[in-house]
């Protein structure tokens, strides 16, 4: 946890939770069972009050007081939705993890949280922590890559951050959701110790460093039982981890009124699908299945205690972040908390997360200063439909960046497709952050040009018209992907950029050497052009500041600091894939659709880099790959094992000899002495981000906790310390092995 979570964290008397479990008897001590219930399924979606889901206040009788002010859970992972724009807008989750900067991403939880507080949102439905498997997949952007030790890490400090402004984060999807085809009918099949040491894991650290409050179960089966009915809801999160939070499920996944939701672990069905008229029962469109709890008690099907569990874990969470004192008791919508310290959070966060793959010659960065000096003009081309605003932009200055993956897409991308949308106030694009960054420089010509033909193809020939004399060419290039609105195109169908852009940086690439490619999307795109290009950006999806965070590498006003969360390779060297299946309704079962796609994750614990690994493949970029403008050494590597506390100490320097200051991203790997061929042969299990100035050494030091020495022990359900043996520990800044430099064994006998 990074050092000023810590100190944060002092100031904020959250109460224990066993205190809080006290309060919350107390509370429902007078609530019948009923009532009780009220408080497990949520009233239909009411984009009216704004937020994705609720559960009514409650009142024991027409003329009575509010006895219970009722929840408010709101979506998502780039900040409050449905808001108009009366919001801050964040980069998408896959740049924040870009940025490996913990303390970063405790500063912007902290933000979040206070936009959903003010918002009057209990329950803010994020992060989403499933993991990049399969690279097509729909929703990669939403959540933190490849790596559980990573995605865990950085999504704690997201959920602290949040939490430490009295808002319940909610940790999600549970668990082996990682494609979006067939997300509601689809089975997903893995073994005890793949799930646990790989997609359990940032669940694990959600629980046990996050401290999360809310945890939300999938709409997909795991091992042949849907998940909100699945026992891995209770045996593994509650009883194995001890969440002493509560468990909602992922909207309409309550698929039956089968007993085993609530008796597995299910505290809340959302959104209820009912329209709720209180005291005078539950009428609505289709009573929710839960609307028949009190006589699934009166049949012995649930235990009343179990009901009372549920109420009691829903309370007293509400109680441990302090919502059931002092929460805003209305929502507080048209409050617009953008300021000039959030934007430049924004900007920061956005600038920190873009990764420079590729920079030959240093080409980058363009430097404005030497160009005044020279005596002629210095062209600069501008090409691609990714750099302009779009026509799909909304009007009246909010942009409600409502795109869906088919239709026309024109004009730069910072977010994906679905609930993780967020309408935004300002979008500030690549073109406007150039002319800006720009306008003072007399020797400076722009030649910015893009058209899109009746097919969403990009116009060539004019743009090579318009570059033929350009100094250098930036070409922006760009895709999307998202949630599964219902039509399953969430999963995008290939790796290419979108408007053939592909041929766009072929053709430009046979009139200029000096190209630039910058890559808007939601992770690895097809770069069969890779060698024809100096440099290449990858700039995700990274909210409102993307144009200018972009702009600031470009020009060298920021020293370019992202590394991938992901190994980037073709995509037939993915372990995994998304099966082209024809779109169709399965048959209903009591509610449940029959499977339709079968997901066997038979890799195993070999997701990304270590299929990679294993299979000697060569990635176009690894793990952990990103370039600065400046050079770092490493060196002076000691390790220290410490057998009392089962903590493993790293120890090394690092010292900037380039001609930049700039950020460096350490991480460990770790090799474990297991017996067992079929693991890894390492694994990350620690990392930091180092500020150094130009010429200044630093001393690091990264701990590995006991957690990250253990590996899961399927005999004794245990995650345990090796026996004897040594570790062999890796440090440097990519997957590659030429750029873990610095090794060495330490034996823990
Ligand atoms: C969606 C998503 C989930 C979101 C919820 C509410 O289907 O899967 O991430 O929080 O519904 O919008």
Redesign the pocket.
């Known amino acids: 946890m990074s050092e000023d979570t810590k100190k944060e964290e002092k100031k904020i008397n959250f109460i224990s939770w066993e205190e809080a479990k006290q309060k919350s008897k107390v509370f429902l001590s007078n609530f019948t069972l009923k009532e009780k219930t009220y408080l497990m399924y949520g009233t239909s979606i009411k984009p009216s009050n704004r937020c ?2 609720q559960i009514d206040p409650i009142k024991s009788g027409f003329f009575s007081p509010v006895k219970f002010q009722g929840i408010k859970l709101d ?2 992972p780039t900040g409050p939705r449905f808001q108009k724009g009366l919001t801050n807008s964040w980069p998408t989750c896959i740049n924040l993890s870009s940025t490996f900067n913990r303390n970063l991403i405790f500063e912007v939880g902290k933000v979040q949280g206070s936009d959903f507080y003010h918002k009057g949102v209990n329950v803010a ?1 994020t992060p ?1 922590i499933n993991l990049l498997r399969v690279p097509v997949g729909g929703r990669i952007f939403e959540a933190w890559g490849e790596n559980p030790f990573l995605t865990g890490e950085m999504a704690s400090e997201l959920i602290r951050g949040i939490q430490s402004k009295g808002v319940i984060a909610c940790a ?2 549970f668990i082996a959701n990682e494609q979006e085809k067939y997300r509601n009918s689809s089975n997903s099949v893995l073994d005890e110790r793949t799930l646990m040491e790989i997609y359990v894991e940032p669940f694990y650290k959600a629980i046990k460093k996050g401290d999360v409050g809310c945890i ?1 179960c999938s709409y997909n089966a795991v091992n042949g039982v849907y998940m909100y009915r699945n026992k891995l809801m209770k045996e593994v999160l509650k009883d194995k981890l001890g969440f002493n939070g509560f468990i909602v499920s ?2 309409w996944a309550v698929y039956s009124d089968s007993p085993d939701s609530i008796n597995n672990g299910l505290d809340m069905n959302m959104p209820g699908n009912i329209s709720k008229i209180p005291y005078l029962g539950d009428i609505g469109f289709k009573p929710s299945y839960w609307s028949t709890l009190q006589d699934k008690v009166d049949k012995n099907l649930i235990k009343e205690e179990k009901l009372n569990e549920c109420a009691e874990r829903i309370i007293s969470t509400l109680y441990k972040f302090g919502q059931m004192e002092n929460f805003p008791k209305t929502e507080n919508f048209e409050v617009n908390y953008i300021t000039e310290e959030t934007k430049q959070l924004n900007r920061k966060a956005a600038t920190e997360s873009i990764v420079l793959l590729k920079n030959d010659d240093i080409i980058l960065p363009i430097n404005l200063k030497k160009i005044e000096t020279m005596n002629k003009k210095y062209k600069i081309g501008i090409l691609g439909i990714d750099a302009f605003k779009g026509d799909f932009y909304g009007q009246e200055g909010n942009i409600i960046l409502t795109v869906l993956r088919g239709i026309k897409l024109d004009g730069h991308i910072v977010n994906g497709i679905g ?1 993780s949308q967020t309408d935004m106030n300002y979008v500030v694009v690549p073109i406007d952050a150039i002319k800006t960054k720009t306008e003072k420089c007399k020797n400076i010509e722009l030649a910015p040009y893009a058209k899109l033909d009746k097919e969403g193809n990009e116009d060539i020939e004019n743009s090579k018209n318009i570059v033929k004399d350009c100094d250098i060419v930036l070409i922006f290039v760009q895709s999307i992907s998202g ?1 599964d609105m219902g039509k399953n195109l969430a999963d995008r169908k290939d790796l290419d950029v979108m408007h053939n852009g592909n041929k766009l940086i072929e053709e430009i690439s046979e009139i200029s050497k000096n190209i630039i490619v910058i890559i808007n999307s939601p992770g690895p795109v097809n770069l069969e052009w890779k060698d024809k290009v100096k440099s290449i950006i990858f700039g995700g999806l990274a909210g409102p500041e993307s144009g200018n965070a972009i702009a600031d590498i470009i020009f060298g006003d920021a020293n370019p600091s992202g590394h991938l969360p992901f190994v980037w390779g073709k995509r037939e060297q993915y372990p995994a894939d998304v099966k082209e299946l024809p779109n169709e309704f399965g048959m209903l079962k009591d509610g449940e659709q029959e499977f339709k796609d079968e997901v066997k994750y038979e890799e195993g614990l070999f997701i990304g880099q270590y299929w990679f690994d294993k299979k000697n493949e060569i990635p176009y970029y690894y793990f952990g790959h990103g370039l600065s403008y400046t050079k770092f050494e490493f060196g002076n590597l000691e390790c220290n094992f410490d057998k009392k506390e089962k903590k493993l100490e790293v120890k090394f320097t690092i010292k900037n000899i380039g001609e930049y200051d700039g950020c460096v991203v350490a991480l460990v790997y770790l090799g474990f002495p297991l017996k067992d061929e079929n693991y890894p042969e390492r694994m990350l299990k620690g990392f930091d981000k180092y500020f150094l100035k130009i010429n200044e050494s630093k001393e690091c030091c990264i701990i590995i906790e006991e957690h990250d020495l253990s590996y899961y022990d399927v005999q004794s359900k245990e995650f345990i310390l090796p026996k004897s043996g040594n570790y062999k520990v890796f440090v440097g800044q990519s997957a590659n092995i030429n750029d873990l430099n610095l090794q060495k064994e330490v034996n823990i006998d």
């Open positions: 994705v889901g979506d998502g439905l989403c999600k999807h939300m992922d909207w609930s949630e």
